[in-house]
């Protein structure tokens, strides 16, 4: 939900009214299987474990603040998106959610296409032998040498986000001696139900081409007359973190009357139809996400109906999750440095990380689970604000939370279904050194990014 903003930030503390918080947990110690990567639990002493190893362990080897990230996890998971739309459609992992040479090999050998939205994205991807052609380069403002890059390695599709872009990757693609692959991006008007920064298909927005006003069809229009490329078809994306399929079922029928249109005129039906990706993950108990399995029946039901009813071929659907995979199998390690009660309100918790490792609560509002994972306690529940070290007010990685009375310094808390946008939108704000990534798997653990080093930070500043 948006709010209006003060000039100098949020507004200081936010305090509510006593009683606005809903009833602690009935046990602190408990940790959701929902909210939490698939081997986490706590072992006989009170200490969480993932992947068999536990949390104590890896503090001491690796530091905090760390994300952990559930290796079994993420694969299960990409199979599950994979087997449920089966092998008449695509399923395109989002590496704008987190993406690494590990992640690029895991898609790989789950048999997922990959979406990258950066030349960035592209040479980790192409760095470690993704094929090219299972690759889609998306983006409202791709450069030309980005797009070269592209043309010339081969990806699967590039989806058009303008009017310029159509001309400029035709003109690449004739110059490189190629008929590119592409898709049109185009704005439904539909309002999804999440925060409106990432919602993604009104008309009010930077991404995509309005259906209103006839604009996207003229993109259809303009593209399917250059020789330089192969219009596949047609991209909607609603927005992120959603619940409600009704979203999709408007954009799907308003793309597939366009589809019809296109038929109308052209005497052409596209083939393929890719309806983006944004499906909510749990960040609290309170969140209750679909299965993939429940996901690929809703939307294929859906596009099969407008389609006889248009009386249109099917076309092949595409489907982009990102956080729906990667979210859930990481959490955030981090040690608490103080503990500051604030009499009739509430206490603030202090870790050695914060915004330039989590900056979605700032950014968005987001809501996030914490617990205690170095030991269990039966301390009664306190109400707390788990906050960053940033000079920052604003600086908070989980807004309201009850953890132990008796959190103590040194105590280890984690902050779970951080695999998505953390490591991806993390800075060095106040030259802090981002967190490592850490994968766990049967009893071992491996970093797949390292932590930077102060030499990491002073080798970019030339001086």
């Not at 993420?74 to 590990?102: E, H, N």
């Not at 939307?299 to 099969?304: F, H, N, P, Q, S």
């Not at 030499?455 to 001086?463: A, E, I, P």
């Amino acid at each position: 939900m948006s709010r209006s903003a003060h000039p100098a930030g949020p507004r200081h503390a936010d305090v509510l009214p006593e009683g606005h918080y809903a009833a602690p947990p009935a046990d602190l110690n408990t940790l959701d299987p929902k909210v939490w990567a698939q081997t986490v639990g706590r072992d006989a002493d009170g200490v969480v474990t993932v992947g068999g190893v536990d949390v104590k362990t890896l503090a001491e080897q690796i530091g905090t603040p760390a994300y952990v990230l559930d290796e079994d996890d993420f694969r299960a998971r990409a199979r599950a998106w994979r087997t449920a739309f089966g092998p008449d459609a695509d399923v395109f992992y989002a590496g704008k959610a987190f993406l690494s040479r590990a992640v690029v090999r895991w898609l790989h050998e789950e048999g997922l296409n990959l979406d990258v939205c950066s030349g960035g994205e592209l040479a980790t991807a192409l760095s470690v032998g993704m094929p090219a052609d299972r690759i889609a380069f998306h983006g409202n403002n791709k450069s030309t040498r980005e797009i070269e890059r592209a043309v010339e390695a081969g990806v699967g599709r590039i989806v058009l986000d303008s009017f310029q872009e159509i001309v400029r990757v035709a003109h690449i693609a004739q110059s490189h001696g190629k008929r590119q692959r592409v898709q049109i991006r185009v704005t439904v008007g539909v309002e999804a139900h999440t925060h409106e920064f990432i919602a993604t298909a009104h008309e009010d927005q930077k991404f995509g081409i309005p259906l209103a006003g006839g604009q996207a069809a003229e993109a259809v229009r303009r593209a399917l007359q250059l020789d330089g490329l192969d219009v596949i078809g047609i991209h909607s994306h609603i927005g992120s973190q959603i619940f409600d399929m009704s979203g999709f079922e408007v954009a799907a029928h308003r793309v597939v009357g366009l589809l019809k249109d296109i038929r109308d005129e052209h005497g052409v039906e596209l083939p393929e139809i890719d309806l983006g990706g944004g499906l909510g993950i749990a960040y609290t108990s309170d969140d209750d996400p679909r299965e993939p399995h429940e996901i690929a029946k809703a939307l294929t039901e859906i596009v099969t109906r407008e389609c006889e009813a248009a009386r249109l071929r099917t076309p092949r659907i595409s489907v982009e999750p990102g956080r729906a995979i990667v979210g859930p199998t990481a959490f955030t390690l981090y040690e608490v440095g103080t503990v500051k009660p604030l009499d009739g309100l509430r206490t603030y918790v202090s870790v050695d990380g914060g915004m330039s490792d989590n900056i979605r609560t700032a950014l968005y509002d987001a809501e996030y689970s914490v617990a205690l994972v170095s030991r269990t306690s039966d301390a009664e529940p306190m109400l707390t604000r788990v906050v960053g070290k940033h000079c920052e007010s604003g600086d908070i990685v989980v807004k309201d939370a009850f953890l132990p009375g008796d959190l103590a310094p040194g105590d280890l808390i984690a902050v779970p279904a951080t695999g998505a946008y953390c490591r991806s939108m993390a800075s060095n704000y106040n030259h802090v050194l981002r967190p490592p990534v850490v994968a766990v798997r049967d009893g071992e653990s491996r970093v797949i990014v390292r932590r930077e080093t102060e030499d990491d930070l002073l080798r970019l500043d030339v001086g």
